[in-house]
């Protein structure tokens, strides 16, 4: 049994049932403090660990973007939930291509665990940037901004209320017999109006706007651009989507806390939202696989393969397919891509633009 099941069975039983949001907060602070969750030996894997070619095609976009902010110096290039590293150290590789880049920019990594902090120090050690660490994008000195984040979005808790008669009712976790249980709070919601169908599961992700509205703040504040990458959707929708899954399996999200990695699906159009309500201009959303290929994914297979062996090459292009494949079950399709920026960038590379009024 692990400690984690100890304490949140401790505090369910003095305080009463937690929320849904608590009860991630919990598991994922413990969950990504403890372990490396990426790649085959860990629970899922990430874009920038298929291939090189991600990062690569993001630090094209990063150089294109501060090009055409007139190559500011004192820029912050920030990347939220970093993982190992290896996309930056990727996106890092592509800036020689502007070699004023690197005399322009410090490196800016928002990560919670120390695990994966000295995990990233490793892979980007040898780049010759000068890197930073935060807890907080709150923590990030001002100056022209270049932001990414891969899958960080999805593993912000939510709050989730459920659809009754008698409103939205917020979703708990409560004790059944020293057993991890959903259940409901019996008084509603008020604020959230009156549900249209009894049973619809509506995900509130607090967390994720505070960070979005920060960081669109910023990016009005002192010029920049961000780019968001994620699995989601273009809301509103109804729907469960807290999902736990460990060694690349779907568990059961209350079996193993702080054990398994916990994801909710990202509604694009409520952070849109948030940052045009903070006077940010967005971009997209556009399919990952369309928005790789419109950076030209293709055209960096082909010149990798160039100089592969026979089984390098067939692991670039698997890699290619993996990334860009369609249809329901493609990370091509159910990964989107939402560019945030200054009100004067009207335009980003691979990325169709957005009017505010969305
Ligand atoms: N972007 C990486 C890793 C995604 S996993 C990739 O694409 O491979 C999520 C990352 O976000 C991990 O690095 C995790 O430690 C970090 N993280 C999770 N919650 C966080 C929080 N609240 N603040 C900062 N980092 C967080």
């Known amino acids: 049994m692990s400690a984690l099941k100890d304490t949140l069975r401790e505090t369910i039983a003095l305080e009463g049932p937690i929320t849904v949001e608590r009860y991630m907060s919990l598991c994922l602070r413990h969950y990504y403090g403890t372990r490396d969750p990426l790649g085959s030996a860990g629970d899922f894997t990430t874009a920038p660990e298929i291939s090189q070619m991600f990062g690569e095609l993001i630090g094209l976009w990063m150089l294109e973007v501060w090009n055409g902010?007139?190559?500011?110096?004192?820029?912050?290039?920030?990347?939220?939930?970093p993982g190992r590293g290896t996309l930056m150290a990727d996106l890092l590789r592509a800036?020689?291509?502007?070699?004023?880049?690197?005399?322009?920019?410090?490196?800016h990594l928002v990560e919670t665990s120390p695990s994966l902090r000295k995990k990233q120090q490793d892979a980007l050690a040898a780049s010759g940037f000068s890197l930073h660490w935060h807890d907080r994008i709150e923590d990030v000195p001002p100056g022209p901004t270049l932001l990414v984040a891969n899958e960080f979005f999805d593993a912000l808790p939510v709050r989730q209320f459920v659809g009754t008669e008698r409103g939205w009712c917020e979703r708990l976790v409560g004790l059944e017999s020293e057993r991890l249980i959903f259940g409901l709070r019996p008084e509603p919601e008020t604020a959230l109006g009156t549900p249209l169908k009894h049973g619809d599961i509506l995900e509130w992700p607090g967390a994720s706007i505070d960070v979005f509205s920060e960081l669109a703040r910023r990016l009005v504040r002192d010029v920049g651009a961000a780019l968001i990458l994620d699995y989601g959707y273009w809301g509103p929708a109804f729907g469960d989507t807290l999902q736990a899954l460990k060694a690349h399996r779907p568990v059961d999200p209350l079996e193993a806390p702080g054990e398994a990695d916990l994801t909710t699906h990202v509604d694009f159009h409520r952070l849109a939202q948030a940052a045009v309500v903070q006077g940010a201009r967005t971009h997209g959303i556009a399919a990952q696989g369309d928005f790789l290929q419109a950076l030209g994914i293709d055209a960096r297979a082909a010149a990798l393969k160039a100089r592969a062996t026979p089984a390098q090459a067939a692991d670039i292009d698997q890699a290619l397919a993996r990334l860009t494949e369609r249809g329901p079950t493609g990370?091509?399709?159910?990964?989107?891509v939402l560019a945030v920026t200054h009100e004067a960038i009207d335009a980003v590379p691979g990325l169709p633009a957005l009017s505010p009024s969305s």
């Open 331 to 336: 990370m091509g399709d159910l990964f989107k």
């Open 95 to 107: 800036t020689p291509l502007l070699p004023d880049f690197k005399a322009a920019a410090t490196v």
């Open 69 to 81: 902010m007139g190559r500011p110096t004192g820029c912050r290039l920030i990347e939220l939930g």
